[in-house]
């Protein structure tokens, strides 16, 4: 998408309702430029952090909004709601077209997801050599098309230590490399991807 193109995702959790009631919000003011997809966006962001949510979950999902940024992609009521993922992207329809966690999901759990939807990716920002090999023979629904994002975990460490309640961040993606700015640093890693039973 062109810069200063018409993407304007709508979420669907934030300052509603919805959120618990001892939810923290966090603003993000977000700029993404994602040369590899072409995909170039500003936007604010409110983001309810769950009571028992870390700041490295909270940042592995704001970096996963990211680097999905598309029409339909909203955040979930995440942890408030144990059925449902992280994120999501719906059509014009409500038809469910991803499924997008983060952290270490169990089998089942994806399993089930494949099952709902066409595509299932996992942000984790924990051991991902540890997660793949738990997962090995495991019972899940077309495995090799369940992708894993790794989001090194000192990368995400390093940038929960510089979240505030509002925050200005950019997210540029270029070469499957990605860099952060975040509270006046910057922050890189390497977009390591993998295909489960791969």
């Known amino acids: 998408m062109p810069p200063g193109g018409a993407l304007r995702p709508r979420p669907r959790f934030g300052i509603d309702g919805r959120m618990a009631q001892t939810s923290t919000v966090y603003v993000f003011d977000l700029t993404v430029s994602d040369m590899d997809r ?7 962001l409110k983001v309810a952090r769950h009571p028992s949510e870390t700041a490295e979950y909270l940042v592995t999902r704001v970096l996963a909004y990211a680097l999905e940024l598309q029409e339909g992609l909203s955040f979930s009521q995440g942890l408030c709601v144990s059925t449902e993922p992280a994120l999501w992207v719906h059509d014009l329809t409500g038809a469910l077209q991803a499924w997008i966690e983060v952290g270490a999901p169990e089998a089942p759990r994806l399993h089930k997801a494949r099952k709902a939807c066409g595509r299932v990716t996992v942000y984790c920002h924990k051991d991902v050599p540890f997660y793949l090999r738990s997962l090995a023979g495991q019972k899940i629904h077309e495995a090799e098309s369940v992708e894993v994002v790794e989001l090194k975990r000192t990368f995400i460490g390093e940038i929960a ?3 505030d309640k509002r925050n200005t961040l950019s997210v540029v993606v270029t070469e499957g490399q990605l860099y952060v ?6 922050f890189s890693s390497e977009l390591a991807r993998f295909r489960l039973g791969a």
């Open 181 to 186: 700015d975040l509270a006046g640093a910057s």
């Open 161 to 163: 230590a510089k979240l």
């Open 38 to 44: 072409g995909v170039y966006e500003n936007l604010s």
